[in-house]
């Protein structure tokens, strides 16, 4: 036997799990026989199948071999390590389990077997060396973008990573995949998002997942794209014969899928009960039940998701007209509106009709439609002072009620020119202009104001209702020091005019103010104030004083430096700089109201 030494070369290449050294020293790689040969294999390969797979492939060049060995290398991890042995006559080998994005190489050696035991290996020299690079972590899968409304999209996609997943960064692109921006990065358990504020119809919105992994970023998942369609408005329902109800809406969106129909037995529980093509813009649906008001609305459909929907509309499958209404009642709502009420007497309508006549119910003319189960409208932009005149008709899809009674009402002219005046006793008189000739009278109004732990409120109560052509109030027995607000409206029908103007005075006059002021420099630090105080009930003095002569002093120069007692007459400035001049004024204060101020005076310190 020939003398075997042993050498084992490399470790093992742990990231592939391969053993670098053989167990049995007789298989070491560096153990050579002294008989036989074997040739080397040749024009090895290594190809790329997936993140976690090599093929490689060689030529084999000896007919005497009993096999041959694969030595792998991850490049700039480890030396190369005996990876597998295979028998003879084989020409490729897979291998798996290795890391993306990493670049292994390999080569080839074939061999043969000495001696009676077969143990003793003699080997062909290496062939040459192939690398290949894994490429990245293949990105999630089954990633798909669909429309929740008209100006947000939902993204979801497949947590399907064979590696060690680390999050996800959904990126969004509006030209077409030219380029990308982040949406949103999202943790290993997130498959769902949503893009919100996004326009409908316009641009096109595509999507695409990115996972991170130990290994780094896998390739992007595969594109998906959508737009959100703009919901379709304007829809109308109305029940026809059949029974049924005959849908239209206007279809705004130019990338529609179709339509979708959504009904509900109780304006809430709404389920889809129809798909349409797209550009769909009615329906009529039989699936109802005679005399049942059913609630719809209809969305755009687009990739699988919907635009947000159209206005509620409702209707009854009616199977005869509706019966009239009645109690009809118009009033005035200002000097230009007049509102009608009624009373519903039908369970089938899809509305009302409500007409008017200008000319003493000579001719009618449509003033407007009301919605079934209203019982009001309000009729703008009349005429003050002119008569209007209304009836009301229920209707639905097989045709209208008879009229419900007749009612008038005249919108009266405003009045105007308020004026508030304080009067002696505790008094303010009101008065106004009277513009309307059809006044049923007037009412006055005063504000007032509530406070509560949160806030104050004010708001207008009446205070005096009183008969047509009335121009002037007396309010008396008023607070002292109130200030009150005021407005007034004309009376007719039931209604009111606008309002007046505002007018506010104070409930007493204000307070006597003092004359005859003086002031006398004392010494370089004094000047002595005195007055002639002229109230009998004066709280206190304001003491208010100017640096500058009388010439130099405007009311904004005026600041306060004293209150001086109800019953005083003099007050003393002390602490004054030598040589200076100053101007003074006093008002009388009493229950939070001051008095005009008296003359100035003015001193000079020696």
Known sequence: MLAARRLCLGSSLLVLGILGCNADPLLSPEFAAANGSVLAPSNVTATAISASQIDVAWRDNSSNEAGFEVWVAATGLSPFSLWTTTGPNVTSKSFTGINPGQEYCAKVRAFTTLGQSGKVRSYSDFSNTACATTPPPAGPSKIAARPLSSSYVEITWSNDIAFLNLGFRVERSIDQGTSWTTLVKTDQFTTRTLDFGRSAESPQLCYRVIA????????????????????????????????????????????????????????????????????????????????????????????????????????????????APSGADAVPAGSSAITVTWINNAT???????????????????????????????????????QMCYRVFAFNGLGASSASNIDCATPPAAPTGLVATTAAGLVIDLTWIDNSKVEDGYEVQRLVTYCDYYDCYSYYVPIATLGPNATSYH?????????????????????????????????DFPPAAPSNLSATAISPGQIDLAWTNNSSNAELFDIERCVGDALACGDAGFVQIAWAAGTATTFHDTGLPSGATYTYRIRTYVGGRYSDPSNVATATTP
């Open 475 to 507: 309010d008396a027995g008023l607070n002292p020091a109130e200030y009150d607000t005021y407005v007034v409206f004309a009376r007719k029908d039931g209604g009111y005019s606008d309002a007046s103007n505002e007018a506010a005075a104070w409930s």
């Open 348 to 386: 089938n309508e899809d509305g009302f009709r409500i007409e008017r006549s200008a000319d003493g119910q000579m001719t009618w003319q449509l003033a407007g439609t009301a919605s079934a189960s209203t019982t009001w409208f309000a009729d703008a932009s009349r005429t003050s002072d002119q």
């Open 212 to 323: 991170l992994t130990q290994f780094g970023e896998s390739t992007p998942s595969k594109v998906a794209c959508t737009t959100p369609p703009a919901a379709p408005t304007n829809l109308v329902a109305a029940g026809v014969a059949g029974p049924a109800i005959v849908l239209s809406w206007t279809d705004n969106s130019n990338v529609e899928d179709g339509y979708q129909v959504l009904r509900a037995p109780d304006e809430v529980t709404f389920s889809a009960v129809a798909d349409l093509p797209a550009s769909a813009t009615s329906y009529r649906d039989v699936a109802v039940s005679g005399d049942k008001r059913y609630w719809y609305q209809v969305v755009a459909k687009k990739d699988g998701g919907f635009s947000s929907s159209s206005n509620t509309a409702n209707a009854v499958a009616a199977t005869a007209p509706p019966s």
